[in-house]
């Protein structure tokens, strides 16, 4: 069974970083699409990046580019989502998840395998 945990969630002060993780066990993710993803409050969930596997190819939204970053540590099995230049508007609470195939998608639904999700807070 897959299984997605992430942390490292917080209140930070706007313009402030912070490192999410998102530790992934049950299968090995060679081919895979691994995607991080927000929802606030009465919003929808919304794509904030994705990276795959095995080639580490990054993609990025307009509204993050430049100041989040995805890696990946394979030795760790674990996802990296690093937020840079925070403001109030990035608040809300993050997901990672895998995506069974490798082609590239933002859509929420095409993810197989969501964590619990970890709490980012902004203050201004």
């Known amino acids: 069974q897959v299984q997605l945990v992430e942390s490292g969630g917080g209140l930070v002060q706007a313009g402030g970083s912070l490192r999410l993780s998102c530790v992934a066990s049950?299968?090995?993710?060679?081919?895979?699409?691994m995607g991080w993803f927000r929802q606030a409050p009465g919003k929808e969930r919304e794509f904030v990046g994705a990276?795959?596997?095995?080639?580490?190819?990054?993609y990025y939204p307009e509204s993050v580019k430049g100041r989040f970053t995805i890696s990946r540590d394979k030795s760790k099995n674990t996802v990296y989502l690093q937020m840079n230049s925070l403001n109030p508007e990035d608040a809300a609470v993050y997901y990672c998840?895998?995506?069974?195939?490798?082609?590239?998608?933002?859509?929420?639904?095409?993810?197989?395998?969501w964590g619990q999700g970890t709490q980012v807070t902004v203050s201004s």
């Open positions: 998840a895998v995506r069974l195939g490798v082609v590239f998608t933002t859509k929420s639904n095409d993810y197989d395998y």
């Open positions: 990276i795959t596997w095995n080639y580490g190819n990054t």
């Open positions: 049950g299968r090995t993710f060679d081919k895979n699409l």
